[in-house]
C-alpha cells in the first residue's frame, strides 16, 4: 500500500510564503519513476491541477501559479516539494498530493493553505 502525507499549509497573508511537502512510502514504491502532481481544491470547486514534475525533473505549471510556485523533487527522500511565493487570497485551498504510474494512482489527504488578504 501506498501512501502520501502531505505537510505545511497554514494561514498565510497577502504575499507570503509557504512550502508543502508530500512524503511517500510503500513496501513496493519506486517514488523515482512516478510523476508527480499538486493539486488544489477550493470551497465550491472542483479540484484542479497546479503543478507537475516528471521523473526526469520535466515541470508544468498552471497559468496562475506560473512564476510564484516551484515545484521540486528528491527522490532520495521520497518527496515532492511546492515553494509557493507571492501567496494570493485566491491561493487558498485544500492541496493534495498526488502519484501517478500510469494505472497507478495515489493521493494524499489533503493540506490546508489560507491565505488572507
Known amino acids: 500500500q501506498v501512501q502520501l502525507v502531505e505537510s505545511g499549509g497554514g494561514l498565510v497573508q497577502s504575499g507570503g510564503s509557504l512550502r508543502l511537502s508530500c512524503a511517500a512510502s510503500?513496501?513496493?514504491?519506486?517514488?523515482?519513476?512516478?510523476?508527480m502532481r499538486w493539486y488544489w481544491q477550493a470551497p465550491g470547486k472542483q479540484r484542479e491541477l497546479v503543478a507537475s514534475?516528471?521523473?526526469?525533473?520535466?515541470?508544468n505549471y498552471a497559468g496562475s501559479v506560473k512564476g510564484r510556485f516551484t515545484i521540486s523533487r528528491d527522490n532520495a527522500k521520497n518527496t515532492v516539494y511546492l515553494q509557493m511565493d507571492s501567496l494570493k487570497p485566491e491561493d487558498t485551498a485544500v492541496y493534495y498530493c498526488?502519484?501517478?504510474?500510469?494505472?497507478?494512482?495515489?493521493w494524499g489527504q489533503g493540506t490546508q493553505v489560507t491565505v488572507s488578504s
Open positions: 514534475i516528471s521523473r526526469s525533473g520535466v515541470t
Open positions: 510503500g513496501s513496493i514504491f519506486s517514488f523515482s519513476i512516478y510523476m
Open positions: 498526488n502519484a501517478n504510474l500510469g494505472l497507478q494512482d495515489y
